[in-house]
């Protein structure tokens, strides 16, 4: 399902610098993939889902969570990078469908590249 945005997004030299570290593959590993994938619902719907985000673009840290390195691995880590790639509109709230396309596909390159 998600062979074409991986496809495309692996042509992006930004992009395809984004690997987990040990501490993240660690952290991966003690909290299990059940755990990680509430950890991403949480953050979309807080950090992305909404339509107006007050600091877009800067929501995202580079590191401290392997969820946070997928994102930007993903262009799913603001609603530009989400626009350009995913065709989600700005300005508009994401629905729960979108949240969880986002949300399937940061733990589906978590599973590629753990």
């Known amino acids: 399902m998600y062979e074409e945005i991986f496809e495309k997004l692996s042509k992006s030299d930004f992009r395809r610098k984004f690997k987990l570290n040990e501490k993240d593959r660690l952290y991966l590993e003690q909290k299990g993939f059940e755990t990680i994938k509430r950890h991403a619902k949480d953050f979309v719907e ?60 940061i733990m589906e390159w978590l599973k590629k590249y753990l």
Do not use: E, S
């Not at 995202?60 to 994102?71: E, I, K, L, S």
């Not at 626009?83 to 709230?93: A, L, R, S, T, Y």
């Open 46 to 105: 807080k950090r992305i889902a909404p339509a107006q985000i007050p600091n877009d673009g800067k929501q995202t840290p580079m590191r401290g969570h392997p969820v946070f390195t997928a994102q930007h691995a993903t262009a799913t880590c603001c609603r530009g990078c989400i626009q350009k790639w995913h065709h989600f509109k700005k300005g508009i709230n994401l629905t729960q469908n979108q949240q969880d396309y986002i949300v399937d596909l």
